[in-house]
């Protein structure tokens, strides 16, 4: 399963709502999970089930999709989360991750 | 709180195995609840899958490293290894171990801080 998300790299403003997208080569029901990386740390996860938003995540954090078509959205970008995304498809093996969003600060 | 931290060698040779170890605590790597995981990122790209072992069951690999990647667990240390053998500078990485949820669509989570593996003469 190809995972291709959208945009590649992305600029925006803090207080800025950002969505990000991640498409699936074929269905992949709900198993898709979100995770964000800062330089030099391990990934942390965001959201797990397309939509289920992790213990201790920020509520700006948000998942939706099923199938072939997913989002992640920010709703108020703070300074904390520019980084680079990942989503990650959890349905068939092999276990495949997009290639990555990185956000940065206009 | 599980934590996992990976070790082994940071410079290995070409040819050579790349062996790692990740040791767990704060939690049983025997519970019906997780599986164990191995990823990877090379440097300024995006993550791989290496492969996942449930503690009495047998490992799922990536194909495109099958040949060459043995994933173990050892259950009286509380750890679980990976080896990679003929390695090539493309094996070069940050390689992190992971747990992953034992249901359907199972995620990662958490992850060890990684360490980084290169692959020189």
């Known amino acids: 399963i190809q995972l291709t998300q959208s945009p590649s790299s992305l600029s925006a403003s803090v207080g800025d709502r950002v969505t990000i997208t991640c498409r699936a080569s074929q269905g992949i029901s709900s198993y898709l999970a979100w995770y964000q990386q800062k330089p030099g740390k391990a990934p942390k996860l965001l959201i797990y089930a397309a939509s289920t938003l992790q213990s201790g995540v920020p509520s700006r954090f948000s998942g939706s999709g099923s199938g072939t078509d997913f989002t992640l959205t920010i709703s108020s970008l703070q300074p904390e989360d520019f980084a680079t995304y990942y989503c990650?498809?959890?349905?068939?093996?092999?276990?495949?991750f997009g290639q990555g969003t990185r956000l940065e600060i206009k | 709180q599980l934590q996992l931290q990976e070790s082994g060698p940071g410079l290995v040779k070409p040819s050579e195995t790349l062996s790692l170890t990740c040791s767990v605590s704060g939690g049983s790597i025997s519970s019906s609840s997780y599986h164990w995981g191995w990823i990877r990122q090379p440097p300024g790209r995006e993550l791989e899958w290496i492969g996942t072992?449930?503690?009495?069951?047998?490992?799922y690999y990536n194909p495109s490293l099958k040949s060459r990647v043995t994933i173990s667990i050892d259950t009286s240390k509380n750890q679980f290894s990976l080896k990679l053998s003929s390695v090539t500078a493309a094996d070069t990485a940050v390689y992190y171990c992971a747990r992953r949820m034992n249901v359907a669509g199972g995620w990662f989570d958490p992850w060890g801080r990684g360490t980084l593996v290169t692959v020189s003469s």
């Open positions: 072992m449930y503690y009495s069951g047998s490992p």
């Open positions: 990650l498809q959890l349905n068939y093996y092999p276990l495949t």
